[in-house]
């Protein structure tokens, strides 16, 4: 049975879930676990308006934990954190907040570790982030407490990429900003135009499942990449070419732990050689294990995510009608 879109959303969830117990730099006196680093929550989400007052857009702080990028929200009356998550197809929810109205479906998620438990779900009567209200959302629910304890951080769930649908988000990690604007059906901003921004790097978007894939190149090979702000980490496959396996200079292995009872091994290390756009860009940390459950559940073959490391090369534009993104590198980002 072909898993539906929102299933397809656990695949990578249980990815994120598993990135987050493999080792990462800390600061002193951290004791071991990731230091918490919070945007300032006393700005406030800033609308964008047209010459009318309507609101076509808005700038959101986006809060750290670790390396998750994350936005404030309301969800039937409940407050906190949501993962912004590229590699979700959709809204994903912890049940340790809404266990009480879930629903089980026999279908069961899957990840790098294997399969999960069977999926939960629900109907959200009312969402907020910033400017955006939504109403009758679907959502999957699934335990996220384990990173809610590593982090020290409420986690409501995931914002996946179906709530932004035909809208432009520009991703700004080293200014903790996320800007959400709507758009023309030829992929123009709805209201003023936007000062022309160069970038060094565009690239198109190949959408799959709500889920967006990129190509970029290691080694000489030509790979497809799943686009996930929501992965601490970059991953690429254990199953890849050997020159590019050879492009990655192997530090550590750990067990990799999922949403599931599953567990595996997976190499730690960092990526050389990767380009995309003809830029070469610095070495990133990288995780390499398999992916052939994740590319089985999808029908379609995954060569890695990129996530953390490579979202905090620069500024980084994703148009969904356009189907493109554009990149404006930071400065130490590129060889």
């Known amino acids: 049975m072909t898993p539906r879109p929102a299933i397809l959303s656990m695949i990578l969830l249980v990815t994120l879930s598993a990135l987050a117990l493999l080792p990462v730099k800390t600061s002193a006196g951290s004791g071991g676990r990731d230091p918490l680093i919070v945007g300032s929550v006393s700005i406030s989400c800033k609308p964008i308006s047209d010459h ?59 990840g790098v570790t294997g399969s999960t438990d069977a999926v939960a779900r629900l109907v959200v009567k009312r969402l907020v982030v910033g400017e955006f209200i939504y109403a ?88 497809d990449f799943c686009l996930d702000t929501g992965a601490e980490s970059n991953v690429l496959s254990i199953d890849a070419n050997k020159k590019v396996l050879a492009a990655v200079t192997i530090t550590n292995r750990s067990g990799l732990s999922g949403a599931g009872e599953n567990r595996g091994e997976v190499l730690y290390g960092t990526l050389h050689d990767f380009s995309m756009g003809n830029r070469q860009l610095i070495p990133m940390e990288t995780i390499v294990c398999s992916l052939a459950d994740m590319s089985q559940k999808y029908g379609c073959s995954i060569d890695g995510m990129l996530g953390f490391d490579f979202f905090a090369k620069g500024r980084i534009c994703i148009n969904l009608i356009k189907k493109e993104m554009g990149i404006s590198l930071l400065t130490e980002a590129v060889k």
């Open 136 to 223: 009758g959302v679907s959502a999957d629910v699934i335990s996220l407490g384990h990173l809610e304890n590593r982090r020290g951080v409420k986690i409501l769930g995931l914002f996946g990429m179906s709530l932004l649908r035909n809208m432009e988000m520009v991703i700004d990690v080293r200014d903790n900003e996320l800007q959400i604007f709507k758009l023309n059906k030829d992929g123009s901003h709805i209201g003023p135009p936007s000062p022309e921004v160069k970038y060094d790097i565009i690239q198109k978007i190949e959408e799959y499942r709500n889920v967006m894939f990129v190509k970029a190149v290691i080694g000489g090979k030509i790979l």
């Open 52 to 110: 009318q007052g309507n609101v076509v857009g808005a700038t959101i702080p986006l809060k750290r934990a670790g390396r998750l990028l994350m936005l404030e929200g309301t969800i039937n009356s409940v407050s906190g954190n949501f993962i912004l998550d590229t590699g979700a197809s959709g809204l994903v929810l912890n049940k340790t907040y809404f266990r009480s109205s879930m629903t089980f479906d026999d279908e069961e998620g899957g």
